[in-house]
């Protein structure tokens, strides 16, 4: 007899279904062991291993500098507490645009080293032939469309993307690109919500949402915004779920004055 409880896992079918059934994706983004095991145990349907580690764990202003070395890292540290989840791992930056072989190779260093369950990249019709060259490797691509942070210098800012008709009819194009080219799933970040139900509809494939409205498959959100440790990060698409920056803040200044007084620790916690 088994130990080990049955645990239905997540996989690229699964989103499918999910979506040809109406029933909506919950994604996160997760970047170390201990909260990937809470989200994973609380129903989150896929973790992202999003290089918004960039932001959020290494205080960069940009995504840009985050490495494969740095994504595989986190990546590992994830898988090592998933049991359910789908783990998609951004690749980063410098490690698929305009070279095909340079991005199997890093994708395949991606599932090899982490035994995650996918990779995401950003993109339309510019990175198709790297998606091509991935997917026929085996390895699930989701794509990024809308706001793509790694262009964030070929944009200027991160407002909403595709409200012009000539950058709304791109984006129409290169979701069903990349629907032909064989991803499974693909994140809509920061356009005209109607423009997000009109090609969600258009494809046979899971949209995902960030700030996309909710008409998406399925939303995602970074973890650090969703819980108030990002405080200063506030745009209209987050909704918080804790103050957890605050609450922090407290149990530590808390800490602080217990060690200054010698309160802590007490005879019932010492040896
Ligand atoms: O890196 C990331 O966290 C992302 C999400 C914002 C979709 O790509």
Known sequence: ?????????????TLHKMKENGEKISMLTAYDFSFAKI??????DVLLVGDSAGNVIAGYETTLPVTLDQMIYHAQSVVRAVNRSLVVVDMPFGTYQGNSEIALASAIRIMKETGGHSVKMEGGEEILDSIKKIV???IPVMGHLGLTPQSIYKFGTYTVRAKEELEAD?????????EE?????????KIPAQLAKEVTASVSIPTIGIGAGGDCDGQVLVMHDILGITTEFKPRFLRQYLNLGEQIDTAIKKYVADVKSNDFPNASESY
């Open 1 to 13: 007899m088994s130990i080990h409880k049955e645990v239905k896992k997540v996989t690229t079918n």
């Open 39 to 44: 989200f994973d145990t609380a129903g989150i």
């Open 136 to 138: 026929s490797a085996g």
């Open 170 to 178: 791109k984006l129409r194009k290169d979701i069903k690109l990349l």
């Open 181 to 189: 080219a064989g991803c499974f799933a693909v994140v809509l970040e």
